[in-house]
Antibody, heavy 120, light 107 residues
Framework: EVQLLESGGGLVQPGGSLRLSCRAS????????MGWVRQAPGKGLESVSG????????IYTDSVKGRFTISRDNSESTLYLQMNSLRAEDTALYYC?????????????WGQGALVTVSS | EIVLTQSPATLSLSPGERATLSCRVS??????LAWYQQKPGQAPRLLIY???NRATGIPARFSGSGSGTDFTLTISSLEPEDFAVYYC?????????FGGGTKVEIK
């Protein structure tokens, strides 16, 4: 059974940093692209970032470019999202998601989410 | 950025009825469209990928159709557990944009 377990969420002041982690199990992590999708309270879904299976290709939505960095450790089956210069509009539940194949999407497995709150 | 517009915003139906959800896309995405179901307090669940392929474990009452810019998700006979919010998503190019969602509620 595929399992994705996020950690690292919390309350941070504007301008601060957080690092989200997503520990994967139940599948061969190194053969699938992965991504982060966020959902602001009461709102819809937004793709934040994606990373190829090998980790050599990454992609970001415009609003987080230059502030967020996605990475992965295939030896530890773990996905990361380093978030710097956080803004109030980054407040959301951040889901770790597994791509259906080696392409960027769609996402066939999701974690339960890590809540990030940016507020003073 | 590719924009996805879902309609209607809310669909009020009774169990056993047929649900038809629409997703219109601002430019052609070929067949690279997926549908997800999300229930309150839960993560989204992939239902359909590449327009018409059911994901693993998804019941046959869920079906998808369309290509290019117009897509449809059909639930042939609503079960009590199908009342939820449904999102479409394109994977034609980044960012992988989602529609605003259709809420299927009990009438």
């Amino acid at each position: 059974e595929v399992q994705l377990l996020e950690s690292g969420g919390g309350l941070v002041q504007p301008g601060g940093s957080l690092r989200l982690s997503c520990r994967a199990s139940g599948f061969t992590f190194s053969t699938y692209a992965m991504g982060w999708v966020r959902q602001a309270p009461g709102k819809g879904l937004e793709s934040v970032s994606g990373i190829s299976a090998s980790g050599d290709s990454t992609i970001y939505t415009d609003s987080v470019k230059g502030r967020f960095t996605i990475s992965r450790d295939n030896s530890e089956s773990t996905l990361y999202l380093q978030m710097n210069s956080l803004r109030a509009e980054d407040t959301a539940l951040y889901y770790c998601a597994k791509a259906h194949s080696t392409s960027w999407g769609p996402f066939d497995s999701w974690g339960q989410g890590a809540l990030v709150t940016v507020s003073s | 950025e590719i924009v996805l517009t879902q309609s209607p915003a809310t669909l009020s139906l009774s169990p056993g009825e047929r649900a038809t959800l629409s997703c219109r896309v601002s430019q052609s995405v070929s067949s690279y469209l997926a549908w997800y179901q999300q229930k309150p307090g839960q993560a989204p669940r992939l239902l359909i990928y590449d327009a018409s392929n059911r994901a693993t474990g998804i019941p046959a009452r869920f079906s998808g159709s369309g290509s290019g810019t117009d897509f449809t998700l059909t639930i042939s006979s609503l079960e009590p557990e199908d009342f939820a919010v449904y999102y479409c998503q394109q994977r034609y190019n980044w960012p992988l944009t989602f529609g605003g969602g259709t809420k299927v509620e009990i009438k």
